[in-house]
C-alpha cells in the first residue's frame, strides 16, 4: 500500500486527448486536458453538452482509453494494465455513481451495497457496514428492492455502494440528475460527509451550480480543454464563472 | 453473481419457463424413448424368466445364420423320445409357440398379433387356469385371462381360430393367469393340445422346443452335457433353463436396439432444434440486459464472472428442462406406443420401467444442450464494455463479421461433402446413417449462419404484398423483421430444420409412390392378386389351391419371399420364389438376357438373376448357396432379369422356382398370389366367388385388382410417412416456441416503441396486427429456407438411387399446403404475444425507463 497514500493528488490527468472518428469528421472530445484531482477534496467538473466533462470522467476512471495523454489513478498509471487489472482497480479502489439505473433490479438494497465485495468474494466488516447504512439513512429499507425505492434513496443506496469497499476516489456522473430539490440535496449533502467524516475523494461531474456549490474546487471544460480551476464559491459566483466561461 | 443470475430466472418466471420449455420437448422425447424400450424389454424379460422357470435344460433349434430374418425349421418330434431317454432326465415335453388370429365373437381379430401355445405338462406350464379347467380334447381351447375378459368370452363359446391351415372353431373350457399376471407381456395367446397347436402352427410332426426337467439332485448344467452328447450332429442348441432365458433377451434387445435408435434420432432432431431457440433467447436477453452486465463490470466483475453467470444460468434452466422432460416423457410413452401401434406393431402394456440411465441421460442431455447454446451468447456477454453501463438506447445490431460468413460457407460445403460420402460410400446401412446426420447437422448450421443475410430480401418478397394488404402495420412488420436480421434469421432457422425434413419425406416419399406406381403398371399382367390383408403377411399355399379351384378362374401364378447366405457376400441375399409355368401368364417379367421360354428350360437346378443381385452375373455360373432351413444347395444361373432397375415387385435378388423353394427352403406360404381370369368368364363374377370363398375358410386373404395393389403399397408408404411426420411434429412445436419467446422478448424490448405507436393514435387491432404479420414473415423465411434445403436434400439422395429405378417427383399441392400452414402456425405462435402488445397501457410504456 506504498503507492500514494499520503501524497497531495490521487488523480491526474496529462495532456489528455480524445478523439472520435478519424480524417475531416473526426471529433476532439478533449483536446490536451491536464488537472490533479487533490486527495480528501470534493471537485466538481462542469461544462456546457459537448463540453468534454464526461469524457475526461470516464477517462479518469479507466472505462476509456484516451487516444493521448495519460492518467495515474492512486499511484497507477491506467494504460498499463490489462483488462483483469483493471477491473480489480475499479473494484477496489473507485466507486461508482451515475444519473440513473446504479443498481441490480433483482437484489435488495442491502444486497446492492455490498455488491463490490461480494464479487471479490470478501465479507463486509459488520461495523463498517452498519454505520454506512446509518449514514446514508436506509436502516429501515435495507431489504426492500429498487423497485420500491424512490429515486433519492436510490441513489443513497448506490453513494453507499460506491463508498463499501472505501476506495480511493468516488466518481460521480450527474447524480442529481434525476432527482427533485429535497432528494438532490441529501444526495450531495452525502457526498460532503463522505469527504468531511470519511476522508474521501469525491469527482462529481455535474451542470447545476447550486450542486457545484458543495463542492471545495471547480473544474470548468469548454470545447475539450480547462477552461477554469478555481475554488468552487458559491451558486451565484459559480453561474458568474459559467457565464464568463461562455455559451 | 450467482445470486444475480438465480435471482433474476426468479424475477421472470415466464421467460425462464418458456426458455425452458424448448429443450423439454427434446428430452422428453428422449427419456419417453428409453421407458417405452425399457418397459417393452422388461415385460419381456419378464415373460421370458418366467417361461423358463420349470425348465431345468432347453433345447431349441439351431439358428442356421445369425443374419437370418425366418426362424430356423422346427425340431423333429422323434428327438423327444431321444431326449427322454437320456440318463438324468425326469420329464420331458414338447413346446409349441406358433402365430394365429384369435377372433372375438364378432369376427374381428382381438389384436394385430395373436399366438398359440401348447398345453404342457408339470413343471413346465406357466399358464394356471383360474376358471374353468386347461383343454384336453383336440377340439377345446383356453384363452389368457385379459384377453377372455377384454372381450366378452364366456366359458362354452366358440373361439374362432385362423391359422396355418384356415380358420378353425374350437370350444373355449378356461381362461389362464401366466403366473402372476393375466397375460404374457400383454400378448394374447390361445392354449390348446400339443396336437392342435401343432395342426394350426402348420407344425404337424415338429416341434418349436424341447423342455426337460431334471432328476432331484441333478444340476442343471450337467444335465445339459449329457443332452448335447445325446443329441450330437443334431440341428438343435441345448442350454439351460436360464441360458435360454437370458438368450432371448438378447436377441430382443438387438431388436429394439433399432427401434430404439430411430426413436432418439427424432428427440435428438428436437433438441437440436431446442438449441437453436435457446442460443436466440440467451442472444436476445443478453442484448437486453447490457446495462446491467455492463454495470456489474463496472463495479469489478471480471469477465470470468461473467460468464460463469450466463452459464449458471443455462444450466439451471437446462436442469429445469431436464426435470420437466422426465415428466414429459413418462406422459409421452403411452403416444408413443399408439403411434407405433398405428403402424402395425403391437406393443405390451405394463407399468412403466424408468432406469436409472434414463434419468442420468435426461439430466445430462439437458443440461448439456442447454450451456452449449448458450456459450456463444454468454461469450458475447464478456465483452460488453463496462462503459455501456452510462450508454442510454438500444444496442445496434451486430454486424456480420467476415469471418462468421466465411465459417457459413465452410460448413455448408463441408456438411454437403459429408452428406455425399454418406450416400456414395460403401458402408454398412449403420454407419450411412450416422455420416449423413453429422453431414446434415453441418449443412444445417452453415445454413443459419448464413441466413442474416437473406432476411432482407426475402422479407421484402413476403413483406410487399403485407405493405399493400394491411398498410402501416404491414409495413412496421417487415422493418421490425428486418431490424435484427440475425435475431429473425435464428428463429426462422429452428423451423427451417423441421421444416427441410417434412419436405425431404414427403418429396422421397412421393418419388417411391411413383416409382412403385410405375412398376405395377408396368409388370401387372393378371386381373388380381389375393394376398394377406395386413399386407406385410402371407397366405398358406390352401390359398392359392382354392382359388385355383374357383370357377372362371384361369391362371393363378404364386410368388414367394425368403433369402438365403451366399458365401463371402456381406449380407443376406433376397430370394424370390415363381411358378416358372404360369408366371408369364400374370406378371410381365423384364428379361436382361433370355425371355419367357427360358422359364420352361428351368429344370431342377435352374434359377435368374436379377441386376439387384449382381450385375457381373452371367448365365452359367454357379451358385451355392446355405438355405433357412438349413440345406447346402448349389443352382445354375439361366437366364438374367432386369426387375431391380425399375422397382420390380420381383427385383433384387436370385429367382428360384417355388417347387425349389418348398424342398430346399422350407419356404411354402405365398406372399402374393397373381390371378388372370379364364377368358370369356365374367370378372364381376369371378372376383365375388372368390371373395366369398375366403371369408369362409381364410378370412386373413383379401383380393385387390391393379388400382387396389397401387394404394395398398401407397397405404404402407403413407403408414410410415404419418409416423414420420408425428414424430418431427415436435420439432416443428419446439420452433414455434422459438417464435413466441423472440417475439415476447423483441416486444418487452420495444415498450417503449409501442407505447409512442398507441399514444399517437394506432389502435389496440394494428399493433396486434404488426406482431401477426412479424410472426408471419419469420415462420415463411423458415419454411422457405426449409423447402430449398429439403428439395435439395431430397435431389442429394435421389441420385444413387435413380439406378434402382427412383425418379422424383414433386408433390406441388403438398408442398405449397406445407408453406401455407408454416403461415397459419406463424399466426397461431403469434396469438399470445400479440394480445401482450395490445394490452400496453400507454403511459406506463411511454414511461419505462
Not at chain 1, 472505462?63 to 489513478?73: A, K, Q
Not at chain 2, 439406378?803 to 408442398?815: E, I, N, W
Request: a neutral charge; one cysteine or more; aromatic letters at 6%.
Amino acid at each position: 500500500m506504498l503507492h500514494g497514500m499520503t501524497a497531495p493528488t490521487i488523480v491526474s490527468t496529462t495532456d489528455l486527448h480524445r478523439r472520435y472518428g478519424e480524417g475531416p469528421a473526426a471529433v476532439d472530445a478533449l483536446a490536451g486536458v491536464s488537472v490533479d484531482i487533490a486527495r480528501g477534496a470534493f471537485t466538481a467538473i462542469m461544462g456546457a453538452s459537448g463540453s468534454g466533462k464526461s469524457t475526461l470522467m470516464h477517462l479518469m476512471a479507466g472505462l476509456d482509453t484516451p487516444t493521448g495523454g495519460s492518467v495515474r489513478l492512486d499511484g497507477v498509471e491506467i494504460a498499463d494494465l490489462d483488462d483483469k487489472r483493471l477491473t480489480e482497480l475499479r473494484r477496489d479502489r473507485v466507486g461508482f455513481v451515475f444519473q440513473a439505473f446504479n443498481l441490480l433490479p433483482v437484489l435488495t438494497a442491502e444486497e446492492n451495497l455490498v455488491l463490490p465485495l461480494t464479487i471479490a468474494g470478501r465479507k463486509p466488516d459488520a461495523a463498517w457496514l452498519e454505520s454506512l447504512i446509518e449514514a446514508v439513512g436506509l436502516g429501515d429499507r435495507r431489504t426492500h428492492r429498487p423497485s420500491e425505492l424512490s429515486g433519492g434513496q436510490q441513489q443513497r443506496v448506490a453513494i453507499a455502494r460506491a463508498l463499501v469497499s472505501k476506495p480511493a476516489v468516488v466518481f460521480a456522473d450527474e447524480p442529481t440528475g434525476n432527482l427533485d430539490s429535497n432528494a438532490s440535496a441529501e444526495v450531495l449533502d452525502l457526498l460532503r460527509r463522505a469527504v468531511d467524516e470519511f476522508e474521501q475523494t469525491v469527482v462529481m461531474v455535474t451542470h447545476d451550480a447550486s450542486a457545484a456549490a458543495y463542492a471545495d474546487r471547480l473544474i470548468v471544460l469548454a470545447d475539450g480543454r480547462v477552461a477554469h480551476d478555481t475554488v468552487a464559491g458559491s451558486a451565484d459566483e459559480i453561474l458568474d464563472v459559467m457565464k464568463a466561461v461562455g455559451p | 453473481m450467482k445470486r444475480v443470475a438465480l435471482r433474476g430466472l426468479r424475477a421472470r418466471p415466464l421467460r425462464t419457463a418458456l426458455t425452458a420449455l424448448a429443450v423439454v420437448l427434446g428430452v422428453a422425447m428422449i427419456a419417453g424413448t428409453y421407458i417405452l424400450t425399457d418397459t417393452i424389454n422388461r415385460s419381456f424379460v419378464d415373460v421370458f424368466a418366467q417361461a423358463s422357470s420349470g425348465t431345468d435344460v432347453a433345447i431349441v433349434p439351431e439358428k442356421v445364420d445369425e443374419d437370418f430374418f425366418s426362424d430356423p425349421p422346427p425340431l423333429d418330434q422323434r428327438l423327444l423320445r431321444q431326449v427322454s431317454k437320456v440318463d438324468g432326465v425326469d420329464s420331458a415335453s414338447g413346446a409349441i409357440f406358433g402365430s394365429v388370429s384369435i377372433r372375438k365373437p364378432d369376427g374381428t381379430p382381438v389384436a394385430n398379433e395373436s399366438f398359440v401355445s401348447a398345453l404342457q405338462p408339470a413343471p413346465f406350464e406357466q399358464f394356471r387356469f383360474v376358471e374353468g379347467r386347461a383343454p384336453r380334447a383336440e377340439d377345446e381351447i383356453g384363452l389368457d385371462q385379459a384377453t377372455f375378459d377384454d372381450h366378452g368370452f364366456k366359458l362354452g363359446d366358440r373361439v374362432k381360430i385362423v391359422g396355418e391351415q384356415g380358420a378353425r372353431s374350437l370350444e373355449l373350457v378356461g381362461a389362464a393367469r401366466f403366473g402372476d399376471i393375466s397375460s404374457p407381456a400383454g400378448l394374447p395367446v390361445a392354449i390348446t393340445t400339443l396336437p392342435t397347436a401343432q395342426s394350426l402352427s402348420g407344425r404337424e410332426g415338429e416341434l418349436d422346443g424341447i423342455s426337460v426337467s431334471a432328476a432331484d439332485g441333478l444340476s442343471p448344467a450337467l444335465l445339459r452335457g449329457r443332452v448335447r452328447g445325446a443329441l450330437r450332429g443334431e440341428p438343435v442348441a441345448v442350454r439351460t433353463g436360464s441360458e435360454d432365458a437370458a438368450a432371448q433377451a438378447a436377441d430382443l434387445e438387438e431388436d429394439f436396439g433399432f427401434l430404439r435408435t430411430a426413436l432418439l434420432v427424432f428427440g435428438g432432431i428436437a433438441l437440436f432444434v431446442g438449441a437453436f431457440v435457446i442460443y436466440n433467447t440467451f442472444s436476445i436477453t443478453v442484448a437486453q440486459r447490457t446495462r446491467e452486465l455492463a454495470l456489474l463490470r463496472m463495479i469489478g466483475a471480471t469477465r470470468r464472472q461473467v460468464l460463469r453467470s450466463v452459464v449458471l444460468e443455462a444450466a439451471v434452466i437446462g436442469l429445469i428442462a431436464s426435470l420437466l422432460g422426465l415428466l414429459g416423457g413418462l406422459a409421452l410413452v403411452p403416444a408413443l406406443r399408439g403411434l407405433l401401434g398405428a403402424i402395425g406393431a403391437e406393443l405390451p402394456s405394463t407399468a412403466s420401467v424408468i432406469a436409472t440411465r434414463t434419468i442420468v441421460v435426461a439430466l445430462l442431455v439437458g443440461v448439456v444442450v442447454t450451456v452449449i447454446a448458450s456459450l456463444v451468447p454468454a461469450l458475447r456477454a464478456t465483452r460488453i464494455a463496462p462503459i455501456a453501463a452510462l450508454r442510454d438506447g438500444l444496442t445496434a445490431a451486430p454486424r456480420a463479421g467476415r469471418a462468421r460468413l466465411v465459417i457459413a460457407l465452410l460448413l455448408c460445403v463441408a456438411g454437403a461433402v459429408v452428406v455425399a460420402i454418406g450416400l456414395l460410400g460403401d458402408a454398412s446401412a449403420g454407419s450411412a446413417a450416422a455420416t449423413l446426420g453429422a453431414g446434415s447437422v453441418a449443412v444445417f448450421l452453415g445454413v443459419a449462419l448464413f441466413s442474416p443475410q437473406l432476411v432482407r430480401p426475402i422479407a421484402s418478397i413476403v413483406g410487399a404484398p403485407m405493405e399493400r394488404l394491411a398498410g402501416v402495420s404491414g409495413r412496421l412488420a417487415r422493418e421490425n423483421a428486418t431490424r435484427n436480421p440475425a435475431r429473425t434469421a435464428v428463429t426462422a432457422a429452428a423451423l427451417m430444420v423441421g421444416v427441410a425434413l417434412v419436405v425431404f419425406v414427403t418429396i422421397f416419399a412421393a418419388g417411391l409412390q411413383g416409382s412403385i406406381d410405375r412398376a405395377v403398371d408396368r409388370a401387372f399382367a393378371g386381373d388380381l392378386t389375393v394376398g394377406a390383408k395386413s399386407g406385410f403377411g402371407e397366405t398358406p399355399p390352401a390359398v392359392a389351391a382354392a382359388v385355383r379351384r374357383v370357377q372362371g378362374v384361369g391362371a393363378v401364378s404364386s410368388v414367394r419371399f425368403t433369402e438365403g447366405r451366399i458365401a463371402k457376400e456381406k449380407s443376406t441375399t433376397q430370394v424370390v420364389g415363381i411358378d416358372p409355368r404360369t408366371i408369364a401368364r400374370t406378371y410381365k417379367l423384364r428379361w436382361k438376357q433370355g425371355s419367357d421360354r427360358t422359364l420352361a428350360r428351368l429344370g431342377t437346378d435352374g434359377i435368374l438373376a436379377d441386376t439387384g443381385y449382381s450385375k457381373s452375373a452371367r448365365i452359367g455360373d454357379r451358385v451355392p448357396m446355405l438355405t433357412p432351413a438349413g440345406k447346402r444347395v448349389t443352382y445354375v444361373i439361366r437366364g438374367l432379369l432386369d426387375e431391380g432397375s425399375e422397382f420390380g415387385l420381383l427385383g433384387g435378388g436370385l429367382v428360384i422356382p417355388n417347387e425349389r423353394l418348398a424342398a430346399d427352403f422350407d419356404a411354402t406360404d405365398d406372399a402374393f398370389v397373381f390371378l388372370r381370369y379364364a377368358p370369356g368368364a365374367d370378372g364381376a363374377q369371378v372376383r365375388d366367388a372368390i371373395d366369398r370363398t375366403l371369408a369362409q375358410s381364410f378370412p386373413d386373404a383379401q383380393t385387390r385388382d391393379r388400382e387396389q395393389v397401387k394404394e395398398q403399397q401407397a397405404g404402407q408408404i403413407n403408414q410410415v410417412l404419418y409416423l414420420i411426420y408425428a414424430l418431427l411434429a415436435l420439432s416443428l412445436i419446439v420452433s414455434l416456441f422459438g417464435i413466441v419467446n423472440t417475439l415476447a422478448l423483441s416486444i418487452f424490448e420495444r415498450t417503449r416503441e409501442l407505447g409512442l405507436l398507441r399514444a399517437v393514435g394506432m389502435s389496440r387491432r394494428q399493433v396486434k396486427r404488426i406482431v401477426r404479420l412479424e410472426a408471419v414473415i419469420t415462420s415463411l423465411i423458415g419454411a422457405l429456407l426449409g423447402l430449398v434445403l429439403g428439395v435439395l436434400f431430397a435431389l442429394a439422395i435421389s441420385r444413387p438411387l435413380e439406378a434402382d429405378g427412383f425418379r422424383l417427383t414433386f408433390p406441388v399441392g403438398t408442398l405449397v399446403a406445407l408453406v401455407i400452414g408454416a403461415a397459419l402456425a406463424g399466426m397461431l405462435a403469434s396469438l399470445w404475444p400479440a394480445r401482450r402488445a395490445a394490452r400496453l397501457d400507454v403511459l406506463r410504456a411511454l414511461a419505462y425507463e
